[in-house]
């Protein structure tokens, strides 16, 4: 079975650094991608970035380019999203979804599997 | 970017009917497009992929359609596990990018 698991809930003050996490498991982690997509409270749903485990190759959404680092470690099947300095206006509720990196014309790469979701408080 | 709308963004409906949500892609996204449904509190699940393939395990009563740029979601009999808000994205070009979701409620 596949399972995309993420670390728990996480209160923060605003400068402080973060990273949460994204164990995937039931699959060959390096053969999927991973994405981070963010919803603020009361809000509907953001892609921030992607990365390719494989190689460590990353897309952003300029939305997020420069504040937030998405890295993985194939090694433990895991994905990373980093703050170094945190926000007042990062709180959110942040899920990672795997993405197929088999490319097909017809289906594209195409999106499945949800982490649970991590919820960040930043507040002094 | 890639700007997605969704019509409704609400809709009040009862048990049995049959429900339509409308997408719309501001450019051609070559039908990579994904529905989502998300329950309040939880993580969305992934219903549809390019445009109209259900994800594994999905139940039938779910459809997905193109039309050039329009995309249809249909719940053929809603049930009361299928009152949810529900997203879609495209995920042709980055970045990628979500509709403003359907918030489907009971009547």
């Known amino acids: 079975e596949v399972q995309l698991v993420q670390s728990g809930t996480e209160l923060k003050k605003p400068g402080e650094s973060l990273r949460i996490s994204c164990k995937g498991s039931?699959?060959?982690?390096?053969?999927?991608?991973i994405s981070w997509v963010r919803q603020m409270p009361g809000k509907g749903l953001e892609w921030m970035g992607r990365?390719?485990?494989?190689?460590?190759?990353?897309n952003y959404s300029p939305s997020f380019r420069g504040h937030v680092t998405i890295s993985a470690d194939k090694s433990i099947s895991t994905a990373y999203l980093q703050w170094n300095s945190l926000k007042a206006s990062d709180t959110a509720m942040y899920f990672c979804?795997?993405?197929?990196?088999?490319?097909?014309?017809?289906?594209?790469?195409?999106?499945?599997?949800w982490g649970q979701g991590t919820r960040v408080t930043v507040s002094s | 970017d890639i700007q997605m709308t969704q019509s409704p963004s609400s809709l009040s409906a009862s048990v049995g009917d049959r429900v339509t949500i409308t997408c719309r892609a501001s450019?051609?996204?070559?039908?990579?497009l994904a529905w989502f449904q998300q329950k309040p509190g939880k993580a969305p699940k992934s219903l549809i992929y390019?445009?109209?393939t259900l994800q594994s395990g999905v139940p039938s009563k779910f459809s997905g359609s193109a039309s050039g740029t329009n995309f249809t979601l249909t719940i053929s009999s809603l049930q009361p596990e299928d009152f949810a808000t529900y997203y879609c994205?495209?995920?042709?070009?980055?970045?990628?990018?979500f509709g403003p979701g359907t918030k489907v409620d009971i009547k």
């Open positions: 039931g699959y060959t982690f390096n053969t999927y991608w």
């Open positions: 994205q495209q995920y042709n070009n980055y970045p990628l990018t």
């Open positions: 990365i390719d485990p494989s190689d460590a190759y990353t």
């Open positions: 979804v795997r993405q197929t990196s088999t490319y097909a014309f017809w289906s594209g790469y195409y999106p499945d599997h």
């Open positions: 450019q051609g996204i070559n039908n990579h």
């Open positions: 390019a445009a109209s």
